[in-house]
């Protein structure tokens, strides 16, 4: 289950040092944001993988870390995605992916990207992301912000 460290008490400076550890070891890591909406992306698959990086909102932190981590295991399988392609996840279900408007890439959604790429040597700005859009018809999906226009966190 994912789990947000910040909120679990984890200063600044230990989660940078975790990521980095991520980032050094597989080539890419995963930064969950507790909010209404909640959302998580990653970061070091522009520079690792030359891919957009993905970014999912949902209420639940274990169904994106599942939807995101099989996503980006397809990622490392040399697998690219567009804004054509569909994904079979865990659960049986199928995910699309959407455009992230370029207003979303330098704002909250990706607060903590610019930090990790300067210190792991990635590019100075965050070029691309697509976002990973479940094909579920319950209300909390169906509620779920799509990131293609300007949009701030908990405003849509």
């Given amino acids: 289950m994912a789990r947000c460290l910040e909120c679990e008490g984890s200063d600044p400076s230990r989660m940078l040092e975790m990521h980095l550890s991520r980032l050094d070891d597989i080539g890419w890591t995963f930064v969950g944001v507790a909010g209404r909406p909640a959302w998580a992306y990653t970061v070091g698959l522009t520079w690792n993988f030359d891919h957009p990086e993905l970014i999912i909102v949902h209420p639940s932190p274990s169904k994106s870390a599942d939807v995101v981590g099989h996503a980006v295991r397809e990622v490392v399988w040399n697998r690219q995605f567009d804004t054509r392609s569909i994904l079979d996840i865990p659960c049986g279900g199928l ?22 790429a ?18 579920c018809t319950c209300v909390e999906c169906a509620s779920v912000p799509l990131l293609d226009q300007p949009r701030l966190p908990g405003r849509w």
Avoid: C, K, T, Y
Avoid at 95 to 116: D, K
């Fill in 95 to 116: 995910a699309r992916f959407g455009s992230v408007h370029r207003a979303n890439l330098s704002s909250e959604w990706f607060a903590m990207w610019p930090l990790l």
């Fill in 118 to 135: 300067m210190a792991d040597d990635g590019p100075g700005a965050l070029s691309s992301a697509l976002q990973l859009i479940l094909g």
